[in-house]
C-alpha cells in the first residue's frame, strides 16, 4: 500500500548541533509538506515543497521527487526545536499519508 | 490572517456518552479536514468538505461519527456513543481548494474513560 517512511525514529541532540530528517515515499510525490507537532500538540506548517529546495531561517527542506525522497535540514538546533517532524504526501488526492514522526529532543 | 480555530481544546467523557466538536476553518478556504490522531502516530483523515459538500468520508466510522458543514464555513464532528478507542486528537486542518498546502488547527483532546 501507499506508504511515508521517516527516518530516524528518534534524535537526540545537544543545542547547536546539525540534523538532517529524511522521508522515502512509495508512489510519486506532487503535494509533500513537512510540518513539526509542538509538545502541545500543534501542528505546524514548516515546508510545502513537492520539488526543489526551500529555506527558511535555520530549516531547510529538499525534495527529489523523480528518487522519491525528501529532507530536512535543522542548523544550530535549539531546545524550542523539540517536537515531532512529520512529513506527509497526498499522493494525488487530498488525503494527507503521514509518516511515523521524528521525535527530536534537544537538549541545552 | 486567523487560523484554524476548533474547540474545545479539552474534553473528558464516559464510554458510551456523546460529544461534538467544533472547527473554523481559515477565511476562503474552501476545502475542509477531520483528522484524528492517536497518541504516537501521524494524524489520519476522517473525513473531507469541499465548500458544503463531502469529497470523501471512506474513513469515518459512520455507525458512530457524523460530521457536517451546512454553509460552507464552520463544521461539526460528533461522536455517539464514543468508545475508548475514540481517545485522540480531533484534528481539523484547511486549504484554499483541493491538492493545495493544508493548515492545521490547535486540536481538540479527547479523553473517553
Known amino acids: 500500500g501507499i506508504q511515508v517512511e521517516q527516518s530516524p525514529p528518534d534524535l537526540i541532540l545537544q543545542e547547536g548541533a546539525n540534523s538532517t530528517l529524511r522521508c522515502n515515499f512509495s508512489?510519486?510525490?506532487?503535494?509533500l509538506q513537512w510540518f513539526h507537532q509542538n509538545p502541545w500538540g500543534q501542528l505546524i506548517n514548516l515546508f510545502y515543497i513537492p520539488s526543489g529546495t526551500k529555506q527558511n531561517g535555520r530549516l531547510s527542506a529538499t525534495t527529489v521527487a523523480t528518487e522519491r525522497y525528501s529532507l530536512l535540514y535543522i542548523s544550530s538546533s535549539q531546545t524550542t526545536d523539540s517536537g515531532v517532524y512529520f512529513c506527509a504526501e497526498a499522493y494525488n488526492t487530498d488525503k494527507l499519508i503521514f509518516g511515523t514522526g521524528t521525535r527530536l529532543q534537544v537538549f541545552p | 490572517e486567523a487560523g484554524v480555530a476548533q474547540s474545545p481544546r479539552y474534553k473528558i467523557i464516559e464510554k458510551r456518552q456523546s460529544v461534538a466538536f467544533w472547527c473554523n476553518p481559515i477565511?476562503?478556504?474552501?476545502?475542509l479536514y477531520w483528522y484524528q490522531q492517536i497518541l504516537g502516530q501521524g494524524p489520519k483523515l476522517l473525513i473531507q468538505f469541499q465548500n458544503n459538500g463531502v469529497v470523501d468520508d471512506s474513513q469515518l466510522p459512520k455507525d458512530r461519527f457524523s460530521a457536517e458543514r451546512l454553509k460552507g464555513v464552520d463544521s461539526t464532528l460528533k461522536i455517539q456513543p464514543a468508545k475508548l478507542e475514540d481517545s485522540a486528537v480531533y484534528l481539523c486542518?484547511?486549504?484554499?481548494?483541493?491538492?493545495?498546502?493544508?493548515?492545521f488547527g490547535p486540536g481538540t483532546r479527547l479523553t473517553v474513560t
Open positions: 508512489d510519486s510525490v506532487n503535494n
Open positions: 477565511s476562503g478556504h474552501a476545502t
Open positions: 486542518a484547511s486549504s484554499r481548494g483541493r491538492l493545495r498546502e493544508q493548515y
